[in-house]
Antibody
């Protein structure tokens, strides 16, 4: 069974940093691109970042470029999202998701809430 | 940057009826990257359709996708109670704003 379990969310002050983790199981992790998608409270979906199977290619949404860094450790079957210079508008539920190809996200984690507030 | 506009914003229907959801792109898209998702309250999104018309694993055949160029449609035949949810279209890294299918 494919599972994606996220951790690392919480409350952080504006300007602060946070690192999200997502541990995968049930599939050959190193064979898939992985994505991060977020959803602000009561709002729609926003793509955040993705990373290639071997970590050699990373892409970011405009709203997080330069502040967020995606990485992965295939030995640990994990993908990470390092978030810096956080703003109130980064408050959202952050999902990691498996990319089956052409950005179709076929498995999602349960979501991890990040709240940026003083 | 491609913008996806979904319509209507809300669709009020009864179980057993059919739903037609529209997604219009601001420019011609690569259809290989076109997908539809369903999201229920408190749950993560679920992939329904990818590559415009291919159903994801475990998705019932009452869900179907069609379209080309800039106009795409998700059709849900014979709505079941569990189908009332929010639906998002996606083209590559862009999502539409969502259509809510609610019980009339």
């Amino acid at each position: 069974e494919v599972q994606l379990v996220e951790s690392g969310g919480g409350l952080v002050q504006p300007g602060g940093s946070l690192r999200l983790s997502c541990v995968a199981s049930g599939f050959p992790f190193s064979g898939f691109w992985m994505n991060w998608v977020r959803q602000a409270p009561g709002k729609g979906l926003e793509w955040v970042a993705n990373i290639k199977e071997d970590g050699s290619v990373k892409n970011y949404g405009e709203s997080v470029k330069g502040r967020f860094t995606v990485s992965r450790d295939n030995a640990k079957k994990s993908v990470y999202l390092q978030m810096r210079s956080l703003r109130a508008e980064d408050t959202a539920l952050y999902y990691c998701a498996r990319n089956r190809g052409f950005e179709a996200l076929d498995y999602w984690g349960q979501g991890n809430l990040v709240t940026v507030s003083s | 940057e491609i913008v996806l506009t979904q319509s209507p914003g809300t669709l009020s229907l009864s179980p057993g009826e059919s739903a037609t959801l529209s997604c219009r792109a601001s420019q011609t898209v690569d259809t290989r990257y076109f997908a539809w998702y369903q999201q229920k309250p408190g749950q993560a999104p679920r992939l329904l359709i990818y590559d415009v018309s291919s159903r994801a694993s475990g998705i019932p055949d009452r869900f179907s996708g069609s379209g080309s160029g800039t106009d795409f449609t998700l059709t849900i035949n014979r709505l079941e109670p569990e189908d009332f949810a929010v639906y998002y279209c996606q083209q590559s890294v862009t999502f539409g704003q969502g259509t809510t299918v609610e019980i009339k």
